[in-house]
């Protein structure tokens, strides 16, 4: 009966194309060569290999790169492949579609079922601990930046109150020279002053003077010859 179950199944998946026979073997779409290597890194060395990449890189990689830089090894039956063989079985219910993955694996000895299930777990892995190493530099570079800001902000307070104390200290200049410029001017209006008083008593004098030696010309009207 079972037999039957599996053979019902894989004439199905003949139908929908998503299995052929070739000289009575099953063979599955895309298939690659049964000697590519099975054996999966463990999603913790994966995610410790990606991580130092998701901070560094100079722009996103794409997955292929993510799954270099961790080390996922060749699958010979890689979850993608799984993930288009359910994507074509997506009209069955779920224990159809599990009896049917699960016959195809039976149908073929060059991968069982743990290949794409640890194949997706590293590559899982691999996308984690890569989005991980994204969010640390996103993070660095913000603290970065807040650390820079801070800085900048810093130096410009430091700017301000320098040109503010200059500018303080130019007022201050500015305000004893104006002082000494009306004090001096000051002076000099004085000096002036005083001079112009005691001119004016000179010469109130000597006219004085002059006026009493004409009289007495005059009085006894003598030729000045």
């Known amino acids: 009966m079972a037999l039957e179950v599996e053979m019902g199944l894989m004439s199905l998946l003949e139908g929908v194309g998503l299995a052929r026979r070739v000289e009575g073997e099953v063979v599955l779409p895309d298939e690659p060569s049964s000697s590519v290597a099975a054996e999966v890194q463990p999603p913790a060395e994966a995610a410790q290999a990606v991580a130092a990449t998701g901070g560094e890189s100079s722009g996103p990689l794409s997955l292929q790169q993510v799954y270099a830089a961790a080390g996922v090894p060749a699958c010979p039956y890689p979850a993608e492949r799984l993930q288009r063989v359910l994507e074509g079985l997506k009209a069955m219910d779920p224990p159809m579609r599990l009896m049917t993955v699960q016959a ?7 991968w069982v079922i743990n290949d794409p299930v640890n194949d997706a777990a590293a590559k899982a892995a691999a ?3 890569y989005s991980n190493g994204i969010r640390a530099d996103v993070s660095r570079a913000e603290e970065e930046g807040k650390a820079l800001l801070q800085e900048i902000a810093q130096r410009q307070d430091k ?10 200290e130019l007022e201050a200049l500015l305000q004893r020279e104006v002082a000494r410029g009306a004090q001096d001017s000051a002076a000099v209006e004085a000096g002036l002053q005083t ?28 030729s000045t010859k």
């Open 104 to 110: 195809i694996d039976a149908a073929d000895d060059s």
């Open 127 to 129: 996308i984690d601990a």
């Open 159 to 168: 700017s301000i109150a320098d040109i503010r104390r200059q500018i303080a």
């Open 195 to 222: 001079r112009r008083e005691a001119a004016l008593r000179d010469l109130a004098a000597l006219t004085q003077t002059a006026n009493d030696m004409r009289a007495l010309v005059t009085q006894f009207n003598v």
